[in-house]
T-cell receptor, first 114, second 110 residues
Framework: EAQVTQNPRYLITVTGKKLTVTCSQNMNHEYMSWYRQDPGLGLRQIYYSMNVEVTDKGDVPEGYKVSRKEKRNFPLILESPSPNQTSLYFC?????????????FGQGTRLTVV | QQPVQSPQAVILREGEDAVINCSSSKALYSVHWYRQKHGEAPVFLMILLKGGEQKGHEKISASFNEKKQQSSLYLTASQLSYSGTYFCGTERPYDYKLSFGAGTTVTVRA
């Protein structure tokens, strides 16, 4: 089954404690990205990657890091989480410039930073 | 850089129609439309690649005016299952950055 898998689904952490949210896709997609969703603000892109070892900042990259060492994985790293990073996070993947570049989303990770 | 969606919310009775608009200040390669049910991930509805192209999904269709960088989503004869938040996503022509609007919450009542 084609899917994007995020882990964990729910996470409560304390300010300053480093954490990683994993994202993996099994569709051999080149493009992967991370979004955060906040009420009234929609989906805002944090980082995106066009292929292995190629990453770029989205609209709200501050406080986040990513890496793309393998095509299937695109982890999101919060080195020192703060309460304003409490949000719902989605990972997405898609092909690039194919006839249909539908983005497939993971099930989301609800992060609470206290 | 996020596209602008309007309206923010709309309430319909079953069978009524609605239009959701999406506009960008930047040149676009494509426009995507997604629907998100409460507590779930966004799900792809359709993508529009050419200016003036229209596509349909059930009784949901969309148009894309490439020159104006605008797209509209048309909900026709709405059903209860159409309730959710609709997002437009815009893709730039020179990279693969996909940006989403703030969303339009659609509530369809019996």
């Amino acid at each position: 089954e084609a899917q994007v898998t995020q882990n964990p689904r729910y996470l409560i952490t304390v300010t300053g404690k480093k954490l990683t949210v994993t994202c993996s896709q099994n569709m051999n997609h080149e493009y992967m990205s991370w979004y955060r969703q906040d009420p009234g603000l929609g989906l805002r892109q944090i980082y995106y990657s066009m292929n292995v070892e190629v990453t770029d900042k989205g609209d709200v990259p501050e406080g986040y890091k990513v890496s793309r060492k393998e095509k299937r994985n695109f982890p999101l790293i919060l080195e020192s989480p703060s309460p304003n990073q409490t949000s719902l996070y989605f990972c997405a993947s898609s092909k690039i410039r194919a006839e249909s570049t539908e983005a497939f989303f993971g099930q989301g990770t609800r992060l609470t930073v206290v | 850089q996020q596209p602008v969606q309007s309206p923010q919310a709309v309430i319909l009775r079953e069978g009524e129609d609605a239009v959701i608009n999406c506009s960008s200040s930047k040149a676009l390669y494509s426009v995507h439309w997604y629907r998100q049910k409460h507590g779930e991930a966004p799900v792809f509805l359709m993508i529009l690649l050419k200016g003036g192209e229209q596509k349909g999904h059930e009784k949901i269709s969309a148009s894309f005016n490439e020159k104006k960088q605008q797209s509209s989503l048309y909900l026709t004869a709405s059903q209860l299952s159409y309730s959710g938040t609709y997002f437009c996503g815009t893709e730039r022509p020179y990279d693969y950055k996909l940006s989403f609007g703030a969303g339009t919450t659609v509530t369809v009542r019996a």
